[in-house]
């Protein structure tokens, strides 16, 4: 703001000096009013035809009224209108009390060089223009920060409703008639997950699961999981994925096949890692594919604890993969435990070696059900977690 565009009000009681003060300051380029003492200006003030000046300029000792009162008044009715104090050799008591009521700076008379006065204005202004600033800044925060605050709520709410959403979409645990139980957690390291498990008894014969990790985290990661549930489902229903001898041989590959197809022809910008079972429940043989998975399940058998083993890429990378199918054949008591590479991230260990063999370890010491599985990982107390945490359980024979 240019000097001519800053209004300033000059009051003091010997015309002399009220003068030369105006002129000097007009000549210096400012906009000058003036009144003679402390009543005179009050009544400027109040005139609703006059817009209130940018700063005053006042004696302390005037014959109609204290300056100390006026100051007061001042402070009390325009606290954000700045002050310079202007006054002759006085009590310290003066001084003090006059910066106290507000007052920006103060001069002592006679100022023998008023472009030290006009020094003294620029300061004052300046200091003025940039309180206003942050203020004005500081609405606008407060403005953006209650504006966050409602997305952040609706976010929330969103975030709620879309972890239930998922939630209803995953499986429930189960028990067949040969014996076989199927159960899972999910602990996610935001409100939704990018892990997510599923698991059928179809044509009450063929156990099928799978667990998936979508990369990234949060909404984005978590809506291909629902569009990969709407998918394996469709095939299962409508294909009969799983559902015959010949798909249980090569259902898992076929299955990974489309979705691969399917990922690049939607774009939907994520890739998945997936480990694929399915078992015959009345021969006991278990076919199975891994894409791209880390850690591999766990078998416990009576016979020890052991990775699977197996290899292929992630889908959703390369357009046109096979996945060769595994075979393993079951014994009468066992369990497989998935994991998504999230449950690494629990380990102490640096090196992912010493992290894979630290978590056989612990799955050896435990029954290899669910709870034990969790327990022992202590993976339910997980916070913070960098990562989404999956476990994905089938068993049979195991408490």
Avoid at 175 to 197: K, N, R, W
Avoid at 240 to 246: A, I, R
Wanted: charged letters at 25%.
């Amino acid at each position: 703001m240019t000097p001519a565009s800053r209004k300033l009000l000059i009051i003091d009681d010997d015309a002399l000096v009220r003068q030369s003060i105006v002129t000097y300051l007009t000549d210096s380029g400012f906009c000058v009013c003036s009144a003679s003492d402390a009543t005179a200006a009050l009544d400027l003030l109040a005139n609703p035809d006059h817009s209130l000046p940018d700063l005053i300029i006042t004696d302390l000792r005037m014959p109609n009224g204290d300056g100390l009162q006026l100051l007061q008044l001042l402070h009390d009715r325009h606290p954000s209108l700045p002050v310079i104090v202007i006054s002759g050799a006085g009590v310290m008591n003066d001084v003090v009390t006059a910066l106290r009521l507000g007052a920006r700076d103060y001069l002592i008379k006679p100022v023998v060089d008023l472009e030290v006065l006009v020094h003294s204005i620029n300061k004052v202004l300046d200091r003025q223009d940039l309180e206003e600033e942050n203020q004005r800044y500081r609405i606008q925060l407060e403005d953006a920060n209650r504006e966050l605050k409602e997305n952040l709520r609706v976010l929330e709410r969103d975030q709620i409703a879309g972890r239930r959403v998922q939630r209803r979409l995953m499986p429930s645990g189960f028990t067949t008639e040969e014996g076989y139980t199927a159960a899972h957690t999910i602990v996610p390291s935001l409100f939704l997950s990018g892990d997510f498990v599923d698991y059928a008894h179809i044509k009450k014969r063929y156990l099928a699961f799978y667990l998936a990790d979508v990369s990234g985290h949060g909404a984005s990661s978590a809506f291909v999981t629902i569009w990969l549930k709407h998918l394996v489902s469709r095939m299962v229903r409508e294909e009969g994925l799983f559902g015959d001898e010949s798909s249980f041989a090569q259902g898992a590959d076929v299955m990974l096949r489309q979705i691969n197809r399917e990922l690049h022809d939607t774009r939907l910008s994520h890739h998945l890692t997936l480990f694929v079972g399915v078992i015959d429940t009345v021969t006991h043989q278990m076919h199975y594919v891994v894409a791209g998975h880390l850690p591999m399940p766990i078998l416990l058998t009576d016979a020890g604890v052991e990775y699977l083993t197996g290899r292929g890429k992630p889908v959703g990378i390369f357009k046109e993969v096979n996945w060769e199918v595994y075979e393993r054949q079951l014994p009468e008591k066992f369990a497989l435990v998935c994991f998504s590479d999230g449950v690494l991230e629990t380990l102490p260990q640096t090196e992912l070696q010493d992290k894979e063999a630290h978590l056989l370890k612990l799955i050896a010491s435990s029954s290899g059900s669910l709870d034990s599985v969790c327990n022992t990982l202590v993976i339910k107390e997980v916070r913070d977690n960098p990562d989404d945490i999956a476990v994905l359980s089938i068993a049979r024979g195991v408490s």
